[in-house]
């Protein structure tokens, strides 16, 4: 008999075996939620890194291929030429290394877009047409996919339509171009949405000293510079 009692007090209720389990569920849950809420952060913690990259990227790309640009022989006569330049900052510059140009029979855009020639190797800018990625001619477009480059090769024969044009997507996430022009007059930064046309003329746009994209990605904002290679003879560097 007393054996039976001190068995009896020694075992657990069912109020308390339901009590126990309930609390070791609670923590069960508890540490499921951290261990989920913690991967979800280093998941988005990743994913911002990669767009600071990618943003860098983007940056250090376009510098690089403003910076090779070799300098563009411009065409005495329009119709023997497969662009049609604009102008360039530097007026006494024969031959530029940067201008507003439009593709021939471009619907991409109406408006000039900035264009460059490089002659070395951008594996980027591959094609299916079979030619090496060298020797390009390279047209900056934005529009509501992003940043683009059009681009064909100085080697084929003259631009016929547009679908003489590659376009490779550079970046998603550029979202605004902003243009930035130094004044002599004013002796300050101009900075517009659009390309800023000369004072003396406003069919004739200015190419910009500098380029500010815009990078957006979900909650997060970047801006990154572009410096092009054509400065005007009164701007002050400091």
């Known amino acids: 008999m007393p054996k039976t009692t001190q068995s009896r007090q020694k075992a657990m209720s069912l109020i308390e075996v339901i009590i126990s389990i309930a609390i070791g569920a ?14 979800e952060i ?31 022989e411009l065409e005495t006569s329009d119709n023997d030429s497969n662009n049609q330049a604009t102008n360039t900052t530097d007026e006494s510059s024969s031959n530029p290394r940067i201008l507003w140009a439009t593709p021939i029979d471009g619907k991409a855009s109406d408006d000039p877009l ?21 020797e390009k001619s390279l047209y900056l477009y934005h529009d509501e996919e992003g940043l683009s480059l059009l681009h064909s090769s100085l080697i084929q024969e003259e631009l016929e339509s547009e679908n003489d044009l590659h376009r490779t997507l550079v970046s998603p996430y ?52 572009i410096c092009l290679p054509e400065q005007s003879i009164n701007l002050v560097l400091y």
């Open 26 to 39: 609670f923590v069960l849950s508890a540490a499921a939620s951290f261990v989920v809420s913690i991967t």
């Open 42 to 72: 280093w998941s988005k913690r990743d994913a911002r890194y990669a767009f600071y990259e990618h943003a860098d990227g983007v940056a250090e790309f376009l510098n690089a291929s403003f910076s090779a640009a070799q300098a563009i």
């Open 174 to 225: 550029v979202k605004q171009i902003e243009y930035i022009n130094w004044d002599p007059e004013l002796e300050q930064w101009e900075i517009q949405e659009e390309p800023i046309p000369s004072p003396d003329d406003n069919d004739i746009l200015l190419v910009p000293n500098f380029l500010r994209l815009q990078f957006e990605y979900e909650d997060i904002k970047l801006q990154r510079m």
């Open 114 to 134: 900035l264009y460059i020639e490089l002659k070395k190797e951008t594996p980027l800018l591959t094609s299916s047409d079979g030619l090496p990625p060298i």
